[in-house]
C-alpha cells in the first residue's frame, strides 16, 4: 500500500513559478514510477509527467515539456513536479500517482495509487 499527500499547490500569476511535492508513505515507494496527473474545469485527468523508479527516465506531456521538470528523493519518499513559466491553461488540480510497473506511464490506468490532489490556479 502507499499513501500519496500533494503539496504546493496555489494561486500564481502567469509567468511565474510553483513547486509541488508529493509525499508517499510505505516502505516500496522506492520502486514505484511516479506521475503527475492533472484535472482542468471540466476537463478529463490529463498526463503531465512521469519518472522511473530509479529517476533514469522522465517523460512529459508535449504541453509541459521545456516548462515543468519532475524529479524525485528516494530517500525522503518524495516525488517533485518544478513548474515554470505557468500559463493560465496550467489551471487545474494536480494529482500525484504512483505505478507499480512503469510499463505505460502516460497511461492513468497504471496508476493504483492516487493523491487527493492539490489546486494550482494561473492568473493572466
Known amino acids: 500500500q502507499v499513501q500519496l499527500v500533494e503539496s504546493g499547490g496555489g494561486l500564481v500569476q502567469a509567468g511565474g513559478s510553483l513547486r509541488l511535492s508529493c509525499a508517499a508513505s510505505g516502505r516500496t515507494f522506492r520502486s514505484y514510477t511516479m506521475g503527475w496527473f492533472r484535472q482542468g474545469p471540466g476537463k478529463e485527468r490529463d498526463f503531465v509527467a512521469a519518472?522511473?523508479?530509479?529517476?533514469?527516465?522522465?517523460y512529459y506531456a508535449n504541453s509541459v515539456k521545456g516548462r515543468f521538470t519532475i524529479s524525485r528523493d528516494n530517500a525522503k519518499n518524495t516525488v517533485y513536479l518544478q513548474m515554470n513559466s505557468l500559463k493560465s491553461d496550467d489551471t487545474a488540480v494536480y494529482y500525484c500517482?504512483?505505478?507499480?510497473?512503469?510499463?505505460?506511464?502516460?497511461?492513468?490506468?497504471?496508476?493504483?495509487?492516487w493523491g487527493q490532489g492539490t489546486q494550482v490556479t494561473v492568473s493572466s
Open positions: 519518472i522511473s523508479w530509479s529517476g533514469g527516465n522522465t
Open positions: 500517482a504512483a505505478d507499480p510497473y512503469g510499463l505505460r506511464p502516460y497511461s492513468a490506468h497504471e496508476y493504483d495509487y
